[in-house]
């Protein structure tokens, strides 16, 4: 009886079917490893891009946080890399918050130590922030918020002024409730800024810094002169008006400029 062969040729196990099993490829003779065809991108997450991204520390600095009206406040900012310690270059933005909205007053960029100074001058107390606007590698940042507050002083005096209106003249009073024209000067400027004077028109020039008729501001002091001897006082209120306390058988009243015979004392800012 004779054996049954197979006509089947046998399966080869050479390199070209072992690299297949594995994935790998002959080329050139170099043995190159290949990726399986299952294998595909990772695909970068939202979270994973953030990571990368370096949130910045951010301080501000005031020169001061409380000023005259028309003084200037310098605001300096500085950008950290909190992970190196590093500085940050980009762009940095002074924004003002006078109501509910914040403005973007003006945008500087940072210099090589990450710092940007601003120069403002307020019109009013205001609260301020800095924002950084982000670069590559850097997120954007802002600041926390700081009120400048501006003190008015001609405000004030103006309003201490008006308090007493309809006061009696009486020669030598000085206040509360009657006053003679240094009396009534002398009482409202220790009133609402606190600056002393004498009781005497004439003494009272001696005061404060001299300032021009054209460069007068409400609040100053005007003393008439006869003369250089000071005979009057009061306090300009602004367009053309003053607050005084004019003479015998008047009271404490809002009045125009009567006579262009007088000097100016600024004795505090505005």
């Excluded at 982000?134 to 400048?148: D, M, P």
């Excluded at 006053?179 to 220790?190: A, E, I, L, Q």
Aim: hydrophobic letters at 35%.
């Amino acid at each position: 009886m004779h054996e049954r062969t197979s006509h089947r040729r046998p399966r080869k196990t050479g390199t070209g079917s072992i690299a297949l099993s594995l994935g790998l490829c002959l080329c050139a003779g170099q043995l190159v490893a290949t990726a399986p065809a299952s294998a595909a991108p990772v695909p970068v997450t939202a979270a994973a891009a953030a990571a990368a991204t370096v949130k910045p520390r951010i301080t501000n600095s005031y020169n001061r946080k409380t000023v005259a009206a028309g003084k200037t406040v310098r605001v300096t900012t500085k950008l950290v890399n909190p992970k190196t310690g590093k500085a940050v270059k980009g762009k940095v933005k002074l924004q003002i918050r006078g109501g509910k909205a914040w403005k973007t007053w003006v945008t500087r960029s940072t210099n090589s130590k990450g710092v940007a100074s601003f120069l403002t001058k307020p019109g009013g107390s205001l609260y301020y922030r800095t924002i950084f606007t982000g670069a590559k590698g850097f997120a954007s940042v802002r600041s926390s918020q700081t009120k400048i507050t501006v003190k008015n002083n001609a405000a004030k005096i103006l309003a201490e002024a008006a308090k007493h209106k309809g006061a009696r003249y009486v020669f030598g009073a000085a206040g509360p409730r009657q006053f003679d024209c240094s009396g009534y000067t002398m009482y409202v400027y220790k009133k609402a800024v606190g600056k002393k004077l004498p009781h005497k028109a004439n003494s009272q020039q001696k005061y404060g810094k001299a300032v021009s008729k054209g460069n007068k501001k409400a609040g100053d002091l005007l003393v008439f002169r006869s003369g250089s001897y000071g005979t009057h006082v009061g306090i300009y209120a602004g367009g053309g008006y003053m607050w005084a306390s004019p003479r015998a058988g008047k009271t404490v009243q809002k009045q125009k400029v009567y006579s262009n015979s007088y000097v100016v004392r600024r004795l505090v800012s505005a």
